[in-house]
C-alpha cells in the first residue's frame, strides 16, 4: 500500500455537496478498487486542501407555474391498513369492517400489529398543482487536493 498525490474537481452549492459530487465521480471513473485507487475517495481527508474556484450563486426568488386544472376534483374516502412500524399500505375503499378485517388477517398472517387509518384519495384531476423552480442558480466550483491511498 502506497500514497499518491490526487486532484479532482468537484460542482455543488455547498462545499460538502462538491467533495460528494467528485467522491462520486471519482468512484465511477477509477472504480472502488476495495478502497486503493490513489484518488479522491480513498483520501482519509485528513491532509485535503480546498480551494473554491467558482462560488456558487444561490437564487433569491422562485419560478411559479401553476398547472390548470379542467374540472372539479373528486376525491373519495378510503381506508388505509399499515403495519405499525413501517412496511407496505393497504388501500381498502370498501367499508371500515372490511379494512379491519383486513388489518386482523394480516396481523396474524404477519404476526405484528397493524394500524387502520382513515384517508381520502384522488378519483378525478389532477394531484400536481404547481412547479416551483428557483431562478438563476448555478453550482460552485471546487478543487481538492491531497494525499490519498494507492
Not at 25 to 38: F, I, L, N, P, V
Not at 40 to 49: L, Y
Not at 64 to 83: M, Y
Not at 121 to 127: A, S, Y
Request: glycine letters at 8%.
Amino acid at each position: 500500500m502506497g500514497r499518491q498525490d490526487y486532484s479532482q474537481v468537484g460542482y455543488g452549492f455547498t462545499e460538502q455537496e462538491a467533495r460528494r459530487n467528485a467522491i462520486n465521480q471519482a468512484e465511477d471513473m477509477y472504480g472502488h478498487q476495495e478502497g486503493y485507487s490513489g484518488q479522491i475517495n480513498c483520501s482519509t481527508g485528513e491532509e485535503d486542501r480546498v480551494k473554491c474556484l467558482k462560488r456558487p450563486k444561490i437564487a433569491k426568488t422562485c419560478k411559479v407555474e401553476k398547472i390548470k386544472q379542467s374540472g372539479a376534483r373528486k376525491w373519495k374516502t378510503v381506508f388505509v391498513v399499515t403495519p405499525q412500524f413501517g412496511g407496505e399500505q393497504v388501500i381498502i375503499d370498501t367499508t371500515q369492517a372490511d379494512a379491519i378485517k383486513e388489518a386482523k388477517r394480516l396481523a396474524l398472517e404477519n404476526q405484528t400489529q397493524y394500524v387502520v387509518f382513515l384517508d381520502k384519495q384522488l378519483v378525478n384531476g389532477d394531484m400536481k398543482v404547481a412547479t416551483v423552480t428557483p431562478k438563476k442558480s448555478e453550482k460552485g466550483e471546487w478543487l481538492f487536493t491531497g494525499i490519498a491511498r494507492c
